[in-house]
């Protein structure tokens, strides 16, 4: 959540113009970037959210967080990358204000604010669009803060989102306010020997040359008079309250590397101005870069001029991150989000399933089937390589967020269902994999678009711990995945009982049995193992074992019930049907247990909450059920006749069997 407390004194001191209270001179509309640029400007590293990454990261998702996409599309047709777009919202504000950036799902969040809603109750808004309304957006943000999240109606979450938007573009498009400003000295003073330019001086040249006259003060304090102190002393307040209030929207963009390794922040140009007058302290060398970014702007129209600019600036940041050790992954995380393996690994799922209908449809031919097996084979390729690269970036297990976890179990669900496929050769488990890998990639889109956030996020400290936490969310998440396999491979059996698919094709739903079977078995290991590396790590970063926390109990659930169903199958109380409907259970309890409890709110692992889930686990749950009751049905048709030809004496069998 943003500061509000600099929100409202925005809302309240300016509407429009710099934090000076200056206008800008009318800028021209910006011709396009060339890609040398781009790329220069796409591998400048930055510190966001606890970690250094690419400046193109932050521009995605900032994008994303706007938009709703990661591109913008422009009305004459053309689509701006993310860090075209960004350069665009920093060195041509103007234009970046026409924009229709701004995501509303709801006009009403726009009317709640008096601003003219669109025709379209979903529609984009520019930044000229919102101004009219925008002291009431941030009112009503400010009043909204006050609720507690999970109480919020969706129109005031939406107002709030809009605000928070809001105000982040504006730290954009003022970010480089600092550089169009000049500070004077008054006359008499040691502050205007100084600074003794009539014209005033740069934001970095104040920062170079004023902390001197403090030491000078500090040297001389009791040799001058009280008069003459108080008269420096006030120069250097006023000149210093100018700086603060002409780099006010310069903090959002850390740019700026320390050379002291020890300090783990990257400065901003705002950060500067506390750097370079804490003279208690050894004069930072980075005040320098603050120069470079004055002469960027300055140099915006001149392109070839500009190129090169950029050039020496990402040179002298690289050189010094290269020092501290945080450089080496930019160029991977440029090029794994560039690659846009997720992406293709989606829609080459989507085609997938398309083939395998068709070959469902179709005789079987060898090379049909090869066909569908590469298309189901080449986006897991390239989910793992994706997987494999964000494990190379964050030196972290590839389960350490949420969305991670999307990933890696769709990963191993259909892994494990081409290796199925490759055991049995019947079409089926490349099938469900085929379901799996678009549902999970499709269920990762949604969750990234839905969070707006970078998906690789510093993580809290319980969760940047030991070998003992990399081994069970690995072990417990390929368990979740088991899980899900199972249950769905269920579906195809309850569904193809109840619709007569190969009706009296006894050995077709036998191998079904035979593979729901053996991922049960696989899972349970997997869940169990989970389970106890959990309760390890549990006892090094927390000192207790168990303590019964609601994800605890999930992980024992899915052990308890995966023992219940193998138990039952072997004293006989279930059969091949009754196995199927059990697995479809399991499934329930691994959403639960994977999402579910994080909706409490409440326990050691309350950390995973996301808000907007409920409702569709909700939705979830409900399907299943009726997955259950159809199978139930199946059961009951099956039963009938066989109760029409069997004496009294010979009824005995299983509550559910097939």
């Known amino acids: 959540m943003k500061q509000w407390v600099l929100v409202a004194w925005i809302a309240a001191g300016i509407a429009t113009g710099s934090a000076l209270g200056q206008q800008r001179s009318p800028v021209q509309a910006p011709p396009q970037w060339d890609q040398e640029t781009l790329r220069l400007a796409a591998a400048l590293p930055i510190q966001d959210s606890g970690r250094v990454k690419p400046l193109d990261t932050y521009a995605q998702f900032t994008l994303l967080r706007f938009n709703g996409m990661r591109a913008l599309r422009l009305p004459g047709g053309e689509r701006l990358t993310p860090i075209a777009w960004l350069l665009n919202c920093l060195f041509y504000p103007e234009t970046a204000k026409t924009y229709a950036h701004f995501i509303v799902d709801n006009s009403e969040a726009v009317s709640a604010a008096g601003i003219v809603a669109h025709e379209n109750k979903r ?27 999970k109480k919020r109606t969706p129109i005031e979450q939406q107002v709030l989102n809009l605000a928070n938007n809001v105000f982040e573009f504006e730290q954009l498009i003022h970010f480089f306010d600092f550089a169009e400003a000049r500070f ?12 003794p330019e009539a014209e005033g001086v740069s934001y970095s040249e104040a920062l170079r040359r004023a902390p001197d006259v403090l030491l000078t003060l500090r040297s001389q304090n009791a040799a001058l008079s009280a008069e003459v102190l108080e008269r420096e002393v006030q120069a250097l307040s006023t000149l210093m309250g100018e700086m603060d209030q002409a780099a006010v929207f310069a903090q959002g963009l850390a740019l700026l590397p320390p050379r002291d390794a020890a300090v783990k922040e990257w400065r901003s140009p705002a950060d500067m101005l506390a750097v370079a007058f804490d003279v208690s302290k050894p004069r930072e060398e980075t005040v320098g870069l603050v120069a470079f970014l004055e002469e960027l702007h300055r140099l915006r129209d001149d392109r070839p001029a500009f190129r090169a600019q950029l050039a ?24 794994f989000y560039r690659g846009k393996f997720f992406f293709y690994s989606q829609w080459l799922f989507v085609l997938s399933f398309l083939l395998i209908a068709l070959s469902w449809l179709a005789p079987r031919r060898k090379w049909l089937d090869r066909t569908v097996l590469a298309t189901v084979a080449l986006p897991t390729v390239l989910l793992v390589i994706g997987i494999s690269l964000r494990c190379i970036i964050r030196e972290r297990p590839p389960v350490s967020t949420l969305y991670e976890t999307i990933l890696f179990i769709t990963a191993v669900a259909v892994l494990m269902a081409l290796l199925m496929e490759f055991v049995n050769r019947q079409r089926i488990a490349v099938a469900v994999g085929s379901v799996l890998g678009t549902l999970g990639m499709f269920i990762a889109y949604r969750y990234e678009l839905k969070e707006g956030v970078d998906t690789m996020p510093s993580l ?19 368990g979740y995945a088991a899980g899900m396999l199972s249950g769905a491979i269920a579906h195809v059996y309850i569904l193809g009982k109840l619709f007569h698919f190969r009706k009296g094709d006894i050995t077709f739903y036998r191998t079904l049995a035979r593979m729901c079977y053996g991922v049960l078995c696989f899972g349970l290991l997997f869940a169990t193992v989970g389970t106890i590396l959990g309760g390890i790590w549990a006892n090094y ?94 059961y009951w048709r099956e039963r009938t006749p066989r109760n029409a030809q069997q004496t009294p004496s010979r009824r005995a069998g299983p509550a559910v069997s097939s």
Not at 184 to 195: D, H, I, K, V
Not at 462 to 477: E, R
Request: charged content about 15%; aromatic content about 12%.
């Open 123 to 149: 529609d984009r808004y520019s930044y000229n669009e919102l101004l009219p309304g925008r002291e009431r957006l941030f009112e009503l943000a400010r009043q909204y803060t006050q609720i507690e999240d």
């Open 184 to 195: 004077r000295a008054p006359a008499g003073t040691a502050l205007a020997q100084a600074l």
């Open 312 to 335: 020496a600036f990402h040179e002298q940041v690289k050189q010094v991150a290269e020092a501290r050790g945080e450089y080496q992954k930019i160029p991977i995380e440029v090029f």
């Open 460 to 478: 809290v400290a319980v969760l940047d711990t030991n070998f003992w936490l990399s081994t069970h969310v690995t072990t417990v998440t390929t």
């Open 541 to 634: 970063s927390w000192g207790r074992f168990w303590g019964w926390d609601p994800k605890e109990n999930g992980a024992l659930m899915i052990v308890l019930w995966n023992l219940v169903i193998l138990h039952a199958r072997m004293g006989r109380y279930i059969a091949d049907l009754g196995t199927a409907m059990c697995a479809v259970v399991l499934a329930m309890i691994v959403a639960f247990s994977w999402w579910g409890v994080n909706l409490l709110g409440v326990g050691l692992h309350s950390y995973g909450f996301t808000s907007g889930i409920m409702n569709m686990l909700m939705i979830y749950w409900i399907a299943e059920c009726a997955v259950i009751a159809l199978g139930l049905c199946v």
